[in-house]
Structure formats: C-alpha cells, structure tokens
C-alpha cells in the first residue's frame, strides 16, 4: 500500500534493537485518516470472502479493526483480552501467546458467544513480527469451527519469520507494508 | 442517550459485585454502528470546543474514541499505555491510576510528542466508577498544558463516586447513560 510506504518513510523511525517507531500515526497517536485508507484497502484485499466478524487483539489492534470494519458492512469486532478481567466470564475460548515486546508468555481469551461456527472470521493486527499473536488468535478461530478468511497487517516486519512461518501454514496473509530491512539509513520495503 | 440506554437494557447484564456487563456490544465485541452513534451523539455534546485531539486509554477506550474522532473532523486519536513498552521512550507524561477491575495501581504514560499546549483535548472513555482512570488522564491534561475540554464517557456508574467527584472539580463531565441502579431486576438510569 503506496501511502502507507510513503508514510511509514515520512515519519517511521528505527530504534536499536531493530523497534520500528510509528507512534506518530499507528500505535500511540493514531491517523484516523490513514486509519479509513487502511481499512479500505483490506475490505479490497478481502473482498470475495463473506467475512461476518472481525478479530483483533488489545490494544493496538483495536482501533484499526473498528475503523476497518465500516469498509465490511459494518460487521462487528471482537478483540481478544490479554489479561483475566473481572467483566470476562463465562465460556472462553483461551490461547497462549508469547510477547516480543514485553518479554512475557500470556493467555488470550475470547468469550465463546461472540465467535461461533456459523462467523467468517477476518483477524487484524497493527504488526506482525514472530507471528505469535496471531497464531493464538488463529487458534481461537479454530477453536471456535468459524471459517477462518485471513489475516490483515499493517506492516510485516519480513526479517522475522512470523510471516514465513504462516504463509507456509496456508494462512491468507496480506500485509500492507513489509519491511525487509530497516536501519539508520532507513527503510527497506518488499515489493 | 436513548438509543444507547435501549440496548443498555436489551442486551446488557448485572453480574454479582455490580458489575455490568455490556461485552457484547461495548467492550468485548463492538457495534460499530452503534459506536457511530456514540461518537455523533459525543460530537454533538462538544460541538461548542475547537477540539484538535482525542485522548483515550488502552484498551476498550480505543474503538470508541477511533470511531468518534470520525465525527470531529478526523482529529486525531492517542491512547495512554498502561504498560512500560520497548515501543514507548523519549519524555513522557506519566499519572498514577488505581483499577477497580483489576485491583492493582499501574502508570498511565503518554508521549509529550503528542500532547502540546496548543491543543484543545476531549477525553473519551467507555467507563466511569471511581473515576481513576479519568483522573490520570485529565493530569496528563494539565501537565501538557493543552486546553482541556471535557470527559465523554458512555456508561456511567452513578451509584460509584467518580461522577460527583469529577463534577465537584468543575470537569465537564458527559455521560451519554448514568446508571443509578443495577440488580437483578435491572437498570435504572438518571434521567
């Protein structure tokens, strides 16, 4: 997706430790704008599966996965809690994830009335690194019976395998921008 | 707010301790189309403020501010972090808040990058009960040194004290429902 390249190149920063900063518009401050291309382009991307529901993960994910679902007829969102809460009970879908940003191992959960065999299930995230988090939520659509259409990134980082390792899995997986290399002289995109 | 009371009543439950539970629409799985609504009715109630941005929480708060800037002419949105990530450095602002949910005390930090005095700041989020949440954010306000225009918040619980002590400060404090009383009988809203 040209804009988002454009923007990632705009005002993307690189830290060490190969931490890609897009605070600025996706993460911390987001552009709502952008925000409403992005979600036209997946609607786009996914446009012959006959998606009924939208998963997603907190935080990041859930601002992109409610602006994104306006482009698919306005199907509702679910995201995936990361922490046991006292407003999450009853049957719950759970899956252990494993953090690169915070060092941790966690369990994702998902109550079992908001995902069920009759949904098409589209999953959105901001990132995709080592590809954790979305195998847990994938384990959870399968879980559920629901067809599972894909995923929808924002941006690969395509020098870790999370990609590698779903793409070879058969996962759909359309990410908007990957990034195969990214340093002080700034980013390198996959075609 | 009519509409938001309806489905208050239609598909919201009252589970033992007073806790609501609205996660089929609000903070689990999200109406999209009745977010929509939510961020008009929130667009409608601050229309009188020049606001330039949205500040919000991770994480139910996401979905709901994302969708409401919509209604402020794009503005955009930025969300406290509730954890220490690789993600966030540089200055921060950074306010001390209790959890009710989660019974722990946790810093909410955001970017100065992304709040500066020349902003004029709504603050939106899904809950209101002992008002810890919005009471870090409006500190996080007031260290940038923005204009601070108000709180919307669509639940509030009126039977907690949040509601009165931010309305003793003088916070212009929009509730779209006010929830005075929640049992097994059901809710009673203030009028």
């Excluded at 020098?159 to 996962?171: A, H, S």
């Amino acid at each position: 997706m040209e804009l988002l390249k454009q923007r990632i190149m705009k005002d993307g920063h690189v830290k060490p430790g190969n931490i890609i900063k897009v605070d600025s518009f996706l993460n911390h401050q987001m552009d709502i704008e952008l925000m409403n291309e992005i979600g036209k382009e997946f609607a786009h991307l996914f446009a012959d599966q006959p998606i009924t529901k939208i998963l997603t993960i907190e935080a990041s994910g859930i601002g992109i996965a409610a602006i994104a679902a306006q482009h698919f007829g306005n199907v509702p969102v679910v995201f995936a809690k990361k922490t046991k809460s006292k407003n999450l009970d009853g049957e719950l879908y759970i899956s252990q994830v494993e953090s690169f940003t915070r060092n941790t191992v966690f369990d994702i959960q998902v109550s079992k009335k908001f995902i069920t065999e009759d949904d098409c299930v589209l999953i959105l995230d901001d990132f995709l690194a080592r590809g954790k988090a979305l195998l847990g939520l994938i384990d959870i659509v399968n879980q559920s019976g629901a067809k599972f259409a894909g995923c929808g990134i924002v941006i690969e980082k395509g020098w870790q395998d999370g990609g590698e390792v779903l793409r070879k899995k058969g996962v759909r997986l359309e990410s908007l921008a990957i990034i195969d290399k990214a340093d002080e002289t700034g980013f390198t995109f996959r075609n």
